[in-house]
């Protein structure tokens, strides 16, 4: 068993969920260690929290919004994610494609199918919450798109993501993107530099045990 537990809980609804995706595999490389992916339900953490999206908390401030977006553009240039755009149909219901992350999990396809539904969303700018268009993205991309969807309505993949979500909850998560490095908590993708410096420090407190 790996001395140090990472997890990245995320909604595919989150911008910045796909952001710190993009990422992610240069921590990995960087530090040996594989996160592990949790899907989450964002609109189920919001309920338990009595959290709000950033679009709807922030609305008619003026000048938050504003940084918010030139945040993610330094984001986006920094890590050179030049294929990133902002889907117009957002925000976007993601249940059917969330419990189809269960599903995929069920099915073996799960590394692959985050890979595929992030790209949707966040590069090619399509409608993910109208079941037409996941059909299509699905078996486009060499999926059972039919088998993925009527799994999605299986009671143990309902209970699976809700499961996760209160997890998320309990553990303290409010939000996506929520990484956990062991028992410690970070929020957003600007946090990815501490979640690396930890995952760091923890290897090496158990190399000079």
């Known amino acids: 068993m790996s001395v140090v537990d990472v997890q990245f809980q995320f909604d595919f ?7 710190s995706h993009k990422v992610i595999p240069a921590i990995e490389a960087r530090t040996g260690v594989k996160f592990e992916y949790v899907p989450v339900l964002l609109g189920g953490l919001y309920r338990l929290t009595g959290n709000r999206s950033p679009g709807e908390a922030f609305a008619g401030i003026k ?11 330094r984001f986006v240039e920094r890590h050179a994610l030049s294929a990133y755009r ?4 957002f925000p ?6 969330m ?3 269960i599903a995929a999990q069920m099915e073996g396809v799960f590394e692959r199918y985050v890979d595929v539904v992030y790209s949707a969303m966040w590069e090619q700018e399509k409608k993910m919450d109208d079941a037409a268009v996941i059909l299509a993205v699905l078996e486009e991309n060499g999926f059972d798109g039919a088998r993925i969807l009527a799994r ?3 009671p143990a993949v309902k209970a699976k993501l809700l499961d996760n979500t209160q997890k998320a909850f309990e ?3 409010f939000g996506s993107p929520t990484f956990f490095v062991n028992d ?7 946090r990815l530099r501490e979640v690396e410096e930890e995952i760091n420090r923890v290897l090496a407190a158990e190399g000079s045990a």
């Open 13 to 19: 609804g989150s911008p910045n969920a796909y952001l």
């Open 63 to 73: 000048n938050k919004p504003e940084y918010g977006r030139l945040e993610v553009q």
């Open 86 to 89: 902002f889907n117009p149909h």
């Open 92 to 97: 976007v219901n993601t249940l059917q494609i």
């Open 99 to 101: 419990r189809g992350a």
């Open 152 to 154: 999605i309505d299986e």
């Open 171 to 173: 553990r303290g998560a």
């Open 184 to 190: 410690e908590i970070y929020f957003g993708k600007d």
